[in-house]
């Protein structure tokens, strides 16, 4: 390491040593419920296998920021404190309890209080959006997840019932089946359109931020990412049932089963873009 840079973050120890310590302290306590986060990223059923991304995305969104950032003089704040002592509070009552998607969520609560104690309120205002965003990595509960997957697949099989029938296929509904006359499509928890939802509405996140426009067009564009997952997750449906219904059920095995979901998320992130486009 040359000179100058030993320097340059020997300075960043002695201006900032207190809250690099407690960021320290703040990772090496919540060290259970990273690997819990990890367990849920990267389970065979995820919903959340963007969740790595989040954190790093955040830092290079707080990065860009340095420059503001270095401008702005540190002034703590003590409601900061009483944040970061509600947040370990939470984290051991739900901790004894192994809710573990509490103790999650009271990471940010700590981590709110470490920035706002240590650099005040003028750089939370900076960095708002990538501490936001970070609720985007942290797994919902699983019964919050369950309930709400079922839900939507079965207003999934519903929808894309009713639109087989009006482009001339023959369907029934029953529960989350959808029976034609010479196969069937089982709209299962993966086809819910939940984990395209998610994922969608953490990229709708980012480019509402980035979007040049007006506050309610941000929040707008934020939104339509609920009825673009709903509806390219219905298309997806009806593709498949179409493809069995006239080829076979064995066409929708495999690599066209696969290869659609990537193809419909690539279209709900076309729509989101035009959508922006639109309202900017």
Known sequence: M???NRRGWQGIWDQYYDAIIAFGLYLVVYIPILVWMWDRWWAADSYYSHGILVPFFSGFLVWQQKETLAKIKRKRVPFGFVLIVIGLLVYLAASSFRIYSISGFSMLIVLAGIILYFFGWAIFKVIWFPFTFLFFMMPLPLFIIRNISFQMKMFAA???????????????QQGSLIKMPHAFVTVDDVCSGLRS???????????????????????ILFLSTIPIAIITNMCRIVFLAFVSEVWGAEYVEGAIHDISGY???ALAFILLMGTGKLLE
């Open 2 to 4: 040359s000179d100058k």
């Open 158 to 172: 519903r929808l894309s019932t009713f639109i087989l029938n009006n482009i001339g296929l023959i369907a029934v």
């Open 197 to 219: 939802l998610i994922s969608l509405t953490a990229l709708g996140s980012v480019v509402a931020y980035l979007m040049k426009g007006h506050y309610m067009k941000r929040v």
């Open 263 to 265: 193809m419909v998320f």
